[in-house]
Structure formats: structure tokens, C-alpha cells
């Protein structure tokens, strides 16, 4: 039995696909994403985009293909791309189908737009001659006619009951190797969805709340309904949507994954709000080895603390750790353990340099093991 029962989290059991070299669902990891916003024609701002996108993070980037021209240029954006890539169809097939040819990794459709069961048909053809997985992807914004007519407005069963009739289309053609999302920019809607739709099949689930809104506020209302779904065990990959730069949406995803204990990348931050006893500015410190750390991409915990009222406790939970104290000198642990003293001159460049080289320590032994 666990020491710390409370901090479990049993993910629901889902079958897996791969999105390019992407594992999906099963026992993957939690993939991140994001959706590029330049135009698609532009492949070099869209390429600059896509890989600030990845050292950010991302593990997959989605890129939108609404005409003929933008599937034409995403054949070179998928070529200099460091992450596989999500095309994103609307209504007409024949860009999922050039998409596919293209390089796309996924295909994001939603089956009921693309037309006859014919159309359908050629598309996961598509998808199966070039190794394409799909996403389908249900919007409470986007819900049709007979399910807004059946139900009178969207709700969990007719999120629900569009994304099996959609999976149906995919199934009857043979093809299984495809997510799906339910997403609404009512957290309750979107939370209710995921949680009936993950009852209802076995589908890798891609998680997010739609048109959530700006940084803060969009941040907010994402990390409610998405951490709720994943804190229940129920998601496979997720999405972000902030009004705000794509580095961003990744970011704040993967803050969800580490405050969950589910995914570890790059240094995780434990630290004080700062009041009157703080011995160094601790907003500014924090703030400033934001910067200086963003390079490192091995799971280290820093903690820092503006006095000795909390500091030695979550310093013990932490690799490195230091703690305010009198006449500008400052308590540094390592381990958890109070280790020696450092002036506030010095500080951030010696915090620095001990997080690198637990970095570099941690990387060591992953090699010696491997």
C-alpha cells in the first residue's frame, strides 16, 4: 500500500494509437499540444512557430489546412518540423486526403462534416495509406441539427452521442486508430462530457476547454476542468486553448501535469508569496530563475523561501532549497538538508549552478542505466 494514498491517481484504461512517433492512450505518457495561429501559407513563421512551440515542450502541434494552399505548404512545414503534426480539416475531405499525403501525423476531423459515407470513406483511406491517425472532435458550438433538435441545446448526452456516431462512421470503415474530444467552453459541460464519454468507450480522450480566453483567466478555467478530468484519471493528451502565444498554452499544461504528479519536465518552482519577514526579494528571484532555468528540461524541484517559518520544511521535499535569512546571508539545502550559507550577491548564480548540476547528475545516471 502507498505512504501517501491520497496523491494517487488511477488513469482510466484506454486503448492506444500513435500520433507519428506519439504514443497515445495505454500506459503513454500525457501528451501536450498546441495549434499554431500564423498563416499556414507562411511556412517559415509557421516553422518558427512550431518549434518555440517545441522547446517549450510540446509534443505535438496542430496546424490548421483550411484551403488548398495551406496543404500544399504544409508538405515542407511537416518536413522541418521537430514534432509530429496535427492537420486540422473543416467540411471539405479533399484537404484531409492532400493533408495525409502531405506528412500530417493526424488528421483533426469531424466525420459528420465531411460529407457522404463515400467521402468518409476516401478520407480514412488516406489516413491508412500514409499511417494518419484522426482526432475527431465534437464542439458544443458545432453540435448537429437532429442532436440540438433531439436534446434543445448542447449538453453531455448530445456531446456524448455526437462523438459515438462520429466514432461509428470511423469504426464501419475498418479504422480504429483515432482520439476524440468533447470539448465546450462551459466547464461543467465540458467536464460532464469527458466524464460520460469515458464511460461509454475505450478511445484515447484529448482533453480541453475551448475558447477558455486569455492568459490568466483562460489558465484559470482550463486548469478547473482539465485538471478536475485528470486528477479522475480520465485523458490521454490535452490542449491549452488560451488567447495568448503558443509557448504559453504549453507551459501551463504541463504545470497541470507536474502540480498532478503526472508528467515531470524541466524545474518545478515551490515557493512563497514573500511578506514583510522575507530576507531577499522573493518575487523577483523567482521570476528571474524562471529565465535563467528554462533551458533544463530534467525533472528538479527548487524551492525558495523568503524566511525560516516554512522554508526548512519544503526544502526538505525539494533537491535544492534556500531560505531567507539576517544580514543578507541565506540558508542553502541540498537533498532536503541544510548544507551552507550564501550571500545575496551571489545567490542567484550559485542557485543556478546547483540546479544544473543536479540536472546533469540525474542525466548521468539515466545513461549509466541505460
Given at each position: 500500500?502507498?505512504l501517501r494514498?491520497?496523491?494517487?491517481?488511477?488513469?482510466?484504461?484506454?486503448?492506444?494509437?500513435?500520433?507519428?512517433?506519439?504514443?497515445?492512450?495505454?500506459?503513454?505518457?500525457?501528451?501536450v499540444?498546441?495549434?499554431?495561429?500564423?498563416?499556414?501559407?507562411d511556412?517559415?513563421g509557421?516553422?518558427?512557430?512550431?518549434?518555440?512551440?517545441?522547446?517549450?515542450?510540446?509534443?505535438?502541434?496542430?496546424?490548421?489546412?483550411?484551403?488548398?494552399?495551406?496543404?500544399?505548404a504544409?508538405?515542407?512545414?511537416?518536413?522541418g518540423?521537430p514534432?509530429?503534426?496535427?492537420?486540422d480539416?473543416?467540411f471539405?475531405?479533399?484537404?484531409?486526403?492532400e493533408?495525409?499525403?502531405?506528412?500530417?501525423?493526424?488528421?483533426?476531423?469531424?466525420?459528420?462534416?465531411?460529407?457522404s459515407?463515400e467521402r468518409?470513406?476516401e478520407?480514412?483511406?488516406?489516413?491508412?495509406?500514409?499511417?494518419?491517425?484522426?482526432?475527431?472532435?465534437?464542439?458544443?458550438?458545432?453540435?448537429?441539427k437532429?442532436l440540438?433538435?433531439?436534446?434543445?441545446?448542447?449538453?453531455p448526452?448530445?456531446?456524448?452521442?455526437?462523438?459515438?456516431?462520429?466514432?461509428k462512421?470511423?469504426?464501419d470503415?475498418d479504422f480504429?486508430?483515432?482520439?476524440?474530444?468533447?470539448?465546450?467552453?462551459?466547464?461543467?459541460?465540458?467536464v460532464?462530457?469527458?466524464?460520460?464519454?469515458?464511460?461509454?468507450?475505450?478511445?484515447?480522450?484529448?482533453?480541453?476547454?475551448?475558447?477558455?480566453?486569455?492568459?490568466?483567466?483562460?489558465?484559470?478555467?482550463?486548469?478547473?476542468?482539465?485538471?478536475?478530468l485528470?486528477?479522475?484519471?480520465?485523458?490521454?493528451?490535452?490542449?491549452?486553448?488560451?488567447?495568448?502565444?503558443?509557448?504559453?498554452?504549453v507551459?501551463?499544461?504541463?504545470?497541470?501535469l507536474?502540480?498532478?504528479?503526472?508528467?515531470?519536465?524541466?524545474?518545478?518552482i515551490?515557493?512563497?508569496?514573500s511578506?514583510?519577514?522575507?530576507?531577499?526579494?522573493?518575487?523577483?528571484?523567482v521570476?528571474?530563475?524562471?529565465?535563467?532555468?528554462?533551458?533544463?528540461?530534467t525533472?528538479?524541484?527548487l524551492?525558495?523561501?523568503?524566511?525560516?517559518?516554512n522554508?526548512?520544511?519544503?526544502?526538505?521535499?525539494?533537491?535544492?532549497?534556500?531560505?531567507?535569512?539576517?544580514?543578507?546571508?541565506?540558508k542553502?539545502?541540498?537533498?532536503?538538508?541544510?548544507?551552507?550559507?550564501v550571500d545575496?550577491?551571489?545567490m542567484?548564480?550559485?542557485?543556478v549552478?546547483?540546479?544544473?548540476?543536479?540536472?546533469?547528475?540525474?542525466?548521468?545516471?539515466?545513461?549509466?542505466?541505460?
Amino acid at each position: 500500500m502507498s505512504l501517501r494514498p491520497y496523491r494517487e491517481i488511477t488513469r482510466r484504461k484506454s486503448r492506444q494509437i500513435h500520433v507519428g512517433s506519439v504514443a497515445v492512450g495505454g500506459d503513454a505518457p500525457i501528451s501536450v499540444q498546441t495549434m499554431t495561429n500564423t498563416l499556414t501559407t507562411d511556412v517559415e513563421g509557421t516553422l518558427a512557430q512550431i518549434r518555440r512551440a517545441a522547446d517549450a515542450g510540446a509534443d505535438l502541434v496542430r496546424v490548421s489546412c483550411p484551403d488548398e494552399d495551406s496543404t500544399a505548404a504544409f508538405k515542407a512545414i511537416a518536413k522541418g518540423s521537430p514534432v509530429p503534426l496535427i492537420a486540422d480539416i473543416h467540411f471539405h475531405y479533399k484537404r484531409a486526403i492532400e493533408a495525409a499525403a502531405a506528412g500530417a501525423a493526424c488528421l483533426r476531423i469531424n466525420p459528420g462534416n465531411i460529407g457522404s459515407h463515400e467521402r468518409v470513406k476516401e478520407v480514412v483511406k488516406a489516413a491508412k495509406d500514409h499511417g494518419c491517425s484522426m482526432r475527431i472532435g465534437v464542439n458544443a458550438g458545432s453540435l448537429d441539427k437532429h442532436l440540438l433538435d433531439k436534446y434543445g441545446e448542447p449538453c453531455p448526452e448530445a456531446l456524448v452521442e455526437s462523438a459515438l456516431e462520429h466514432a461509428k462512421l470511423l469504426e464501419d470503415n475498418d479504422f480504429f486508430e483515432f482520439k476524440i474530444a468533447v470539448k465546450a467552453s462551459d466547464v461543467f459541460l465540458a467536464v460532464a462530457a469527458y466524464q460520460g464519454l469515458a464511460k461509454a468507450c475505450d478511445y484515447p480522450l484529448h482533453l480541453g476547454i475551448t475558447e477558455a480566453g486569455g492568459l490568466i483567466g483562460g489558465t484559470v478555467k482550463s486548469s478547473i476542468g482539465i485538471g478536475s478530468l485528470l486528477w479522475q484519471g480520465i485523458g490521454d493528451t490535452l490542449r491549452v486553448s488560451l488567447s495568448a502565444d503558443v509557448a504559453e498554452e504549453v507551459k501551463v499544461g504541463f504545470e497541470m501535469l507536474k502540480a498532478l504528479d503526472l508528467r515531470h519536465r524541466g524545474v518545478r518552482i515551490v515557493s512563497c508569496p514573500s511578506c514583510a519577514r522575507q530576507g531577499f526579494d522573493v518575487i523577483k528571484t523567482v521570476e528571474t530563475l524562471e529565465n535563467r532555468l528554462s533551458h533544463i528540461r530534467t525533472p528538479v524541484t527548487l524551492s525558495i523561501l523568503g524566511c525560516v517559518v516554512n522554508g526548512p520544511g519544503e526544502a526538505r521535499e525539494t533537491m535544492v532549497g534556500i531560505t531567507g535569512g539576517g544580514s543578507d546571508t541565506h540558508k542553502v539545502y541540498i537533498g532536503g538538508s541544510p548544507d551552507h550559507n550564501v550571500d545575496g550577491g551571489s545567490m542567484i548564480d550559485h542557485i543556478v549552478e546547483l540546479v544544473e548540476a543536479r540536472a546533469a547528475e540525474i542525466e548521468a545516471a539515466k545513461q549509466k542505466e541505460g
